[in-house]
């Protein structure tokens, strides 16, 4: 049974102001979701993050962030497509996906990259 630090399936919602504190300053490692409303394949990822989010709470946080709010952190990390899921560990992009993929799949991605 996974730990839970946070009640139910919190995502945080970040913006270019608290990039920095919701995804760079973090201990553990963060997954940062690039998304859009116009976005059909972003909606259609958003409840298996949400299972993420609260499968892996305590040892993975999840972060959101609205590429048409806010332009500057797409632009500084050069996302090109949505969605682009970017795995940071201590500040530190480790990993980027582009594009909706099964839970399955993500979950194997994710772990590999976390494994080292």
């Not at 050069?78 to 201590?90: I, Q």
């Not at 099964?102 to 080292?116: F, I, T, V």
Request: glycine share 6%.
């Amino acid at each position: 049974m996974p730990h839970t630090s946070r009640a139910g399936d919190v995502v945080v919602v970040a913006t270019d102001d608290t990039f920095d504190r919701d995804v760079l300053q973090q201990d553990g490692p963060v997954l940062v979701d690039f998304w859009a409303q116009w976005c059909p394949p972003c909606h259609m990822i958003a409840p298996v993050l949400a299972d993420l989010a609260r499968e892996r709470a305590g040892t993975l946080t999840v972060v959101k962030l609205d590429t048409d709010e806010n332009p500057v952190t797409p632009a500084n990390y050069r996302v090109l497509s949505l969605p682009t899921l970017m795995l940071f560990r201590g500040g530190e992009v480790v990993q980027s996906l582009v594009g909706a993929r099964p839970k399955a799949r993500l979950l194997a991605e994710l772990d590999e990259a976390l494994s080292w």
